[in-house]
């Protein structure tokens, strides 16, 4: 009778055990996901400004998207790659004035994931969100609950420092 009893003891602790790191396991793959936002509300560049970005990324056709990166970043190596391979590899630094650190074309019809060497951490852009938005902006958010934040827009921010 005290082997079943130590066995059933035994059985309920090791499933009490395996419940809790499947809901910690759940709870980190929660905290990894970026903080989305939807925006034109900001102050947007001439169009002088946003023509002569567009031509120089070779972005004016509505498959492709702008994303640009902009605070927090410090020199981190930063890929950005889709199905048909990666397309950006750099060391992105934010310049504390404009609060840009770099302007990328990606087509818009495919996935695309951003990683950060540093951090380890990576997001994907979904196609069917970049269809819609010409702009995409990614900030880093070191030490925060996500590690980005994306937002969607149709507006240019000034890109420049006036």
Do not use: W
């Not at 902009?70 to 990666?86: D, P, V």
């Not at 087509?107 to 540093?118: E, I």
């Amino acid at each position: 009778m005290k082997k079943l009893f130590l066995i059933i003891l035994t059985a309920s602790f090791l499933v009490m055990c395996k419940s809790a790191k499947t809901a910690a396991a759940s709870e980190e793959k929660e905290v990894k996901r970026p903080e989305v936002q939807y925006r034109d509300d900001f102050r947007s560049a001439t169009d002088r400004e946003k023509n002569a970005l567009l031509k120089k990324l070779n972005a004016t056709d509505s498959r492709y998207s702008v994303l640009v990166f902009t605070q927090n970043y410090k020199g981190e190596r930063i890929t950005a790659s889709n199905a048909k391979g990666r397309f950006y590899s750099g060391y992105a630094i934010s310049n504390l004035k404009t609060g840009i650190a770099e302007r990328i074309r990606i087509d818009n019809s495919l996935d695309t994931t951003v990683h950060d060497k540093s951090d380890n951490h990576e997001i994907v852009i979904e196609a069917k969100e970049a269809q819609k938005h010409k702009y995409i902006y990614v900030m880093k958010n070191p030490g925060g609950k996500n590690p980005f934040t994306v937002t969607y827009s149709n507006t240019l921010r000034p890109l420049e420092d006036k």
